[in-house]
């Protein structure tokens, strides 16, 4: 398993979550990491990215400012911390890794972690 996700769960609005992916790809600094999310009948969108080496990161406006991405290049791990969880969060969220600039090319794909927010 190049990549696995982990930390996804039910939480009432307002709440927080942290996901993470464990990166067995070597070396993980070769890869811009990025999550992604999927509503149900829709195609995946991107949320976040962060760079190589974490100095340079991006959300999308409908997550700017409540969720954040990271890496910890020492451990092989993203993660993606959530606040201010709206239920229009509900998704599936996965992570990704990839060797490109265009978020339309990712080499690797985490096997998604559900995240559901109650109102």
């Known amino acids: 398993v190049q990549l696995q996700a982990s930390g996804g769960g039910s939480v009432q609005a307002g709440g927080s979550l942290r996901l993470s992916c464990a990166a067995s790809?070597?070396?993980?600094?070769?890869?811009?990491m990025r999550w992604f999310r999927q509503f149900p009948g829709e195609e995946r969108r991107m949320v976040a990215s962060v760079n190589y080496n974490g100095s340079n990161s991006f959300v999308v406006s409908d997550v700017k400012g409540r969720f954040a991405i990271s890496r910890d290049n020492s451990k092989n791990t993203v993660s993606l911390q959530m606040n201010d969880l709206r239920p229009e969060d509900t998704a599936v969220y996965y992570c990704?890794?990839?060797?490109?600039?265009?978020?339309?090319?990712?080499?690797?794909w985490g096997q998604g972690t559900l995240v559901t927010v109650s109102s």
């Open positions: 990704a890794a990839s060797t490109s600039i265009s978020i339309f090319e990712n080499d690797y």
């Open positions: 790809l070597q070396p993980f600094t070769a890869y811009i």
